[in-house]
T-cell receptor
Framework: GQQVMQIPQYQHVQEGEDFTTYCNSSTTLSNIQWYKQRPGGHPVFLIQLVKSGEVKKQKRLTFQFGEAKKNSSLHITATQTTDVGTYFCAVTDNDYKLSFGAGTTVTVRA | NAGVTQTPKFQVLKTGQSMTLQCAQDMNHEYMSWYRQDPGMGLRLIHYSVGAGITDQGEVPNGYNVSRSTTEDFPLRLLSAAPSQTSVYFC????????????FGDGTRLSIL
């Protein structure tokens, strides 16, 4: 299936700081989805990006799709304890199979 | 509206036993899938279905069977449990193709001794 690399694998953030997690592919993507999984929970859909260079914001979260549609980023500003969890990107290699990255696990120091 | 319901939430099996993980959705979604989640490996697709009567293999199908007799239900069967199948299993559904946002159940935490 489609391979995507997520970096970093772990992100330890001081409360109030910003951070960015990245999702990279060696091939051009048709779209990319982002999910958040709280500890002990299930993945929850955050957003989907489709267009080259697309930028979408959800409060303190900013999602970007690269111009070449081979990478994506999630930037969180002013990190809060509610941001703790694992963030996954997911891509399709056809219309049916969705492949997930390994995720970035975020911990927050108060 | 319950969304995606998985049962059981926890299960311990002995090597060689068989069991069925249940998944039901009440959103009339055509597309359903099963994933397993292991530490550091994200979610890996086991099997998926694009509609009643149609199933196909994902990335890690060996040791698992599925069927889709109704739109609502998509059970996952472990034929002969092995310790390597110890994992958290998630069922997901969506309105259509895999490119659509997935709705996940709460998961089944399965341990094989």
């Amino acid at each position: 299936g489609q391979q995507v690399m997520q970096i970093p694998q772990y992100q330890h953030v001081q409360e109030g700081e910003d951070f960015t997690t990245y999702c990279n592919s060696s091939t051009t993507l048709s779209n990319i989805q982002w999910y958040k999984q709280r500890p002990g929970g299930h993945p929850v859909f955050l957003i989907q990006l489709v267009k080259s260079g697309e930028v979408k914001k959800q409060k303190r979260l900013t999602f970007q799709f690269g111009e070449a549609k081979k990478n994506s980023s999630l930037h969180i500003t002013a990190t809060q304890t509610t941001d703790v969890g694992t963030y996954f990107c997911a891509v399709t290699d056809n219309d049916y199979k969705l492949s997930f990255g390994a995720g970035t696990t975020v911990t927050v120091r108060a | 509206n319950a969304g995606v319901t998985q049962t059981p939430k926890f299960q311990v099996l002995k090597t060689g036993q068989s069991m069925t993980l249940q998944c039901a959705q009440d959103m009339n979604h055509e597309y359903m899938s099963w994933y397993r989640q292991d530490p550091g490996m994200g979610l890996r697709l086991i099997h998926y279905s694009v509609g009643a009567g149609i199933t196909d293999q994902g990335e890690v199908p060996n040791g698992y069977n599925v069927s889709r007799s109704t739109t609502e239900d998509f059970p996952l069967r472990l034929l002969s449990a092995a310790p390597s199948q110890t994992s958290v299993y998630f069922c997901a559904s969506s309105t259509g193709q895999g490119a659509m946002p997935q709705h996940f159940g709460d998961g089944t935490r399965l341990s094989i001794l």
